[in-house]
């Protein structure tokens, strides 16, 4: 009797201990960034080459997708202070980035805000300068509704107005564009934990729109914004895509659960969201490959990773990522990707490469899914959250 007493009190302890140790582990990676004085990151370490060098942290390795099977073994989470010699990243808060980061819409302004104010400010508009404002809009993939609506209030506000005075133009002009950016639309990013459990945020798409360099970058903003984050690779058709994703976790001291590659994607989201449960931190961003929208059998594929996901938490956040420079076929893959996922948000990456940020209003319109980020650069902190005031501003210039 004496021993049975013994052997249970030996296991409590070891329990007690197996517990207190992940708790402290997940503890310690919530809070990588604390104390960090260095303002940038020392990376590439000296003689790390990503393409030849595995990670430093070894692969977490996932089963076969079991959504019975929800007693998969505890992942080792990485340590939770930089290497020797090394600092990680201190990213800047996100707010105010889209004014700071305004003359990325240069192309845009160009074409869009200055062409539409220089024939507005014509002494007499005919019905040949409402045909150009309109050529303009609809060139910069505003859309045709749209289009409609601010070339009529234009010109009865302009009517109203009867001054070519720049000033008072320009911010007719703002506001007009301002409010076909749906000023109104709840923009903000699902990403506080809720009193359980991470919030969780798939983010989805097609080849090359920008997801995994959007992970990388949200999970910088995040940290900047003093929150712990973990990052899931659920890309498993390229090891590379992994990699990637794992660089960015490492500057900014966050986490990376992958799995094989050709492994199941569904797994490997399942495997990063419940690693995030157990060492509690704030969000858990999970990256999904590439899939054309027109390919049934990867949309499938898709929802299924987020089905798996849901076995053990709701997906907050659903970000679909556009490439800007694609024009109107963004819009007929985000009516695929949301009848497969529902999606809740939308990033519109290479702003900084086109002139037709006009887009962004035809995406909203088309779909009632609110722009929530927009990407500018490929910079490490070239994502801004979208403001629909500062961006009409930001296309018109001056
Ligand atoms: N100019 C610019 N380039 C960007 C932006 N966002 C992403 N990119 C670039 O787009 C390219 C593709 O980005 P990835 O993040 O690898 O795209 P992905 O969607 O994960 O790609 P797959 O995994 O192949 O589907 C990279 O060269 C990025 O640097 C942006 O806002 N502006």
Do not use: Y
Not at 24 to 29: L, Q
Not at 131 to 157: M, S
Not at 309 to 329: C, F, H, I, M, R
């Amino acid at each position: 009797m004496e021993f049975v007493i013994i052997a249970v009190a030996v296991v409590v302890v070891a329990l007690l201990v197996g517990v207190g140790l992940l708790v402290g582990r997940g503890r310690r990676t919530t809070r990588l960034d604390e104390g960090t004085t260095a303002p940038t990151l020392t990376r590439p370490r000296p003689g790390d080459d990503r393409s030849t060098t595995p990670p430093t942290t070894p692969p977490t390795t996932v089963p076969p997708v079991g959504t019975e099977d929800l007693a998969v073994p505890p992942v080792q989470l990485p340590p939770a202070e930089p290497e020797p010699g090394l600092t990680f990243d201190v990213p800047p808060p996100s707010a105010g980035r889209l004014v700071r980061l305004r003359s990325r819409l240069a192309r845009s302004q160009s074409s869009l805000g200055r062409g539409l104010l220089t024939v507005l400010s014509r002494e007499k508009l005919t019905e040949d300068d409402w045909e150009e404002i309109e050529e303009t809009l609809l060139a910069a993939d505003v859309g045709v509704a749209a289009t409609t609506q601010i070339v009529q209030r234009l010109r009865t506000q302009s009517m109203v107005l009867a001054t070519g005075d720049g000033t008072a133009l320009r911010e007719l002009l703002v506001s007009e564009l301002t409010a076909v950016l749906g000023p109104d639309l709840d923009r903000s990013l699902a990403t506080d934990r809720e009193l359980d459990r991470p919030a969780v945020v798939l983010v989805v798409g097609v080849n090359g729109a920008g997801k995994t360099t959007t992970c990388g970058k949200i999970a910088r903003v995040l940290v900047g914004d003093g929150r712990s984050v973990l990052l899931g690779a659920a890309d498993t058709f390229r090891a590379a895509a992994a990699d990637q994703l794992e660089t960015w976790g490492e500057r900014v001291g966050v986490p990376t659960v992958r799995g094989p590659e050709g492994g199941d994607p569904a797994s490997v989201a399942f495997d990063a969201v419940r690693t995030g449960r157990e060492a509690d931190v704030d969000a858990v961003l999970v990256d999904t490959a590439g899939r054309l929208h027109t390919k049934l059998g990867l949309m499938d594929e898709l929802g299924k990773v987020k089905r798996v996901v849901e076995k053990q938490s709701p997906v907050d956040e659903v970000l679909l990522v556009l490439d800007a420079t694609t024009g109107q076929n963004g819009v007929v893959q985000a009516r695929v990707f949301t009848e497969a996922v529902a999606v809740t948000g939308v990033v519109l990456t290479k702003l900084d490469g086109t002139a037709k940020g006009g887009i962004v209003v035809s995406v909203q319109r088309e779909l009632g899914i609110p722009v929530k980020l927009v990407g500018l650069g490929e910079g490490a902190d070239d994502l801004a959250p979208f403001e629909p005031r500062a961006f009409a501003e930001a296309l018109v210039g001056g």
